[in-house]
C-alpha cells in the first residue's frame, strides 16, 4: 500500500474511534439522567410501600433515618401488620376495590364498543355534517372536563339515575362515552386501507360483519391502548362517586380512601397500606402496557 494511501485511511480510524467514544459518554449521560429521573419519581412510591409494611409506631420512629425505606424486620409475618388492621377496622374495603374492578371492567367494555362505532363511522361514512362533527370533536377536546359537572349532575338527576341502587348506573353512565377515544379510534381507522373492507363486502360481508370480523381484529393496538387508558381514568375517578355515590357499599376505592385517611389520618402505616393498593394496579398496567400508552399518544396525530 502506497502511503498516500496509508495516511488517509489513518486519520478515518482515529475519526471513527472518537465518534465511539462520543456516543458512548453520550449515552452513559443518558442513563445517568435517566436514573436520576427515576429516583426522584420513585422516591415517594417506594416509601409509601416500605411504609405500609410496618406499624404505626414503627413509622414514627425510623420517619428521620434511612431506615424509613427498609422493611421492618427480616420476619414477612410482620410485614402485614398494618393491611390486617385496615382489613378489620374498615369492613367495607375489600369491597370497595371489588367495586372498583367491576366498574372498570364495565366501563372498559362499553367505552370500547360505543367509542370504536362513532370512530368508525366518522372514518368510513361521509354524510352531510361530518366534517363539522370532526372540528366540533376537536373543539370540545379542549374544554375542561370540570365544566360539564353540574350539567351532568341535572341531566341524571332528571333522569332519575340519582337514585338507589340507579345511581350506579347514573356514576358509570357519562363515561361511556368520550370525545378523545373516539378521535383516536377515528385516527387509526382512516390509517388503515379502505380495499380490506371493500374486498370483504364483496364477498357478501355485511357493515357490521366486516367491523367486527375484519376491523376489530386488525385493530388490536388502537383498542388495547384505549382498553388501557379507560382502566387508569376509572380506577382513578373521584369527583363523580363523590357527587353521586350515597351507600358505603357502592363506593369505589379512591372515594373509600377518603373514609380511611378522614377516619385517623395519623395512622400512617394503616394509610399507606390503603394508598399501596390504590397504586399497585396502575403501577402493573404502567410497567407490562406502556408500549400501548406510547403509542396511543401517537394515534392522535395520525392521518
Same mark, same amino acid.
Given at each position: 500500500m502506497e502511503k498516500k494511501e496509508w495516511n488517509k485511511i489513518v486519520p478515518l480510524?482515529?475519526?471513527?474511534?472518537?465518534?465511539?467514544?462520543?456516543?458512548?459518554?453520550?449515552?452513559?449521560?443518558?442513563?445517568?439522567?435517566?436514573?436520576?429521573?427515576?429516583?426522584?419519581?420513585?422516591?415517594?412510591?417506594?416509601?409509601?410501600?416500605?411504609?405500609?409494611?410496618?406499624?404505626?409506631?414503627?413509622?414514627?420512629?425510623?420517619?428521620?433515618?434511612?431506615?424509613t425505606f427498609l422493611p421492618p424486620s427480616w420476619n414477612v409475618g410482620e410485614w402485614f401488620v398494618s393491611y390486617e388492621k385496615l382489613f378489620s377496622e374498615f369492613s367495607n374495603f375489600g369491597r370497595s376495590v371489588l367495586n372498583s374492578i367491576v366498574y372498570c371492567s364495565v366501563t372498559i367494555v362499553m367505552?370500547?364498543?360505543?367509542?370504536?362505532?362513532?370512530?368508525?363511522?366518522?372514518?368510513?361514512?361521509?354524510?352531510?355534517?361530518?366534517?363539522?362533527?370532526?372540528?366540533? !370533536?376537536? !373543539?370540545?377536546?379542549?374544554?375542561?372536563?370540570?365544566?360539564?359537572?353540574?350539567?351532568?349532575?341535572?341531566?341524571?338527576?332528571?333522569?332519575?339515575?340519582?337514585?338507589?341502587?340507579?345511581?350506579?348506573?347514573?356514576?358509570?353512565?357519562?363515561?361511556?362515552?368520550?370525545?378523545?377515544?373516539?378521535?383516536?379510534?377515528?385516527?387509526?381507522f382512516l390509517s388503515m386501507p379502505v380495499e380490506i373492507e371493500e374486498a370483504a363486502r364483496i364477498?357478501?360481508?355485511?357493515?357490521?360483519?366486516?367491523?367486527?370480523?375484519?376491523?376489530?381484529?386488525?385493530?388490536?393496538?388502537?383498542?388495547?391502548?384505549?382498553?388501557?387508558?379507560?382502566?387508569?381514568?376509572?380506577?382513578?375517578e373521584y369527583l363523580s362517586a363523590q357527587l353521586i355515590m350515597q351507600n358505603e357499599q357502592y363506593f369505589p376505592l379512591q372515594y373509600y380512601l377518603q373514609i380511611v385517611n378522614n377516619a385517623n389520618p395519623r395512622d400512617i402505616g394503616m394509610v399507606m397500606a390503603a394508598l399501596t393498593f390504590s397504586t399497585i394496579p396502575i403501577a402493573l398496567v404502567y410497567v407490562f402496557c406502556q408500549k400501548y400508552i406510547v403509542e396511543g399518544v401517537s394515534f392522535t396525530g395520525l392521518k
Open positions: 480510524r482515529e475519526k471513527k474511534r472518537s465518534i465511539g467514544w462520543e456516543t458512548v459518554l453520550k449515552k452513559a449521560l443518558i442513563a445517568l439522567g435517566c436514573a436520576i429521573l427515576a429516583f426522584v419519581f420513585l422516591f415517594p412510591i417506594v416509601w409509601m410501600v416500605s411504609n405500609s409494611f410496618k406499624d404505626n409506631d414503627t413509622v414514627y420512629a425510623q420517619m428521620g433515618s434511612l431506615l367505552v370500547l364498543l360505543i367509542n370504536s362505532l362513532a370512530g368508525y363511522a366518522l372514518a368510513r361514512f361521509r354524510f352531510p355534517g361530518g366534517k363539522m362533527m370532526t372540528t366540533i !370533536i376537536l !373543539i370540545l377536546m379542549i374544554v375542561p372536563v370540570e365544566t360539564s359537572v353540574v350539567p351532568t349532575y341535572l341531566i341524571l338527576y332528571y333522569l332519575g339515575l340519582l337514585t338507589e341502587p340507579l345511581n350506579v348506573v347514573g356514576y358509570l353512565l357519562p363515561g361511556f362515552a368520550s370525545l378523545m377515544y373516539t378521535y383516536m379510534f377515528r385516527q387509526f364477498d357478501g360481508c355485511s357493515r357490521v360483519g366486516v367491523f367486527f370480523k375484519m376491523i376489530v381484529p386488525l385493530s388490536a393496538p388502537i383498542f388495547a391502548t384505549v382498553g388501557i387508558f379507560t382502566f387508569m381514568g376509572q380506577w382513578n
